[in-house]
């Protein structure tokens, strides 16, 4: 089942996926660095997160980040993969291996920012 | 389609790809800049990729407050774990801006210039690392004098 819908799939969509996503991180990292190292407390410090994250765009931000973070890397890591001559059932443990500790992550993440709490 | 003929000569002249030797054939494999491009690509990317996972793990105590949080960002406060993310910033900029070199590769006529533009993210790089450590570096310097 696999087999015959990898021979389909050129990849010209993920291509391109990986490429705008690719762009969108180059400018959400350079932003995240110079804010995380203006100040040496600003990116280690529980108070300057809790401020932050009184903003919720900036919590929209931040899981914007981790899922185009986690897409792009977890993609990078699978066309790795790809370049090699692997078996079907090689592929398809390899890439439900990626997807699940993607998922997972991405749901740590996701509750690691819903988990600060909005401070009146 | 191939006249078959004369076929057996030309393959001779092929150097065949060593399976078994497979990393000194990759080692003694002529490079020139875009090989070093796709190399350092790759593994700045796979850096890249297992940081977000150590990222989400070493920010995960910000769901039991503050006093876990503080004591565990105490220790990447240390002058030490500093120079790691200087360095680990070198992998971003090199990622972005070859991948900034890829897309424009790929669209448009890009592939004429890829080598200029090869040369040109080591130094862009170089200047926007340097950049970045004065930023990072400015307030632990100030300390000092």
Redesign the interface.
Known sequence: MYKYKASKDTGSKSWVIQ?IT??A??VL??GH??LM????DSG????A??ARMQFSWYRIIDLTF?VL??YH??N??WN?FRDYKLKPWMKLSILSALII?GIA?TA??F??VF??PYVN | MESGTGTKSTYKNIKIFDQKNWISENLSYKKDDGSWAWILHRITGIALIAYLFLHIYSLSPLTQGEAAFNAKMATFASPLFMVIEWLLFAFVLFHSLNGIRIVIVDWADGAKYHKQLYRLSWVLGIILFLAMGALMFSHELKKLF
């Not at chain 1, 190292?37 to 040496?40: A, C, G, K, L, V």
């Not at chain 1, 280690?44 to 108070?47: K, L, M, P």
């Open positions: 490429r690719g762009l991180l180059v990292m350079i660095y110079i190292h203006y100040h040496p280690h410090t529980y108070q997160v809790l981790i973070g986690m890397g977890l990078g890591i790795i500790f992550f740590w993440g509750n690691i988990s600060i």
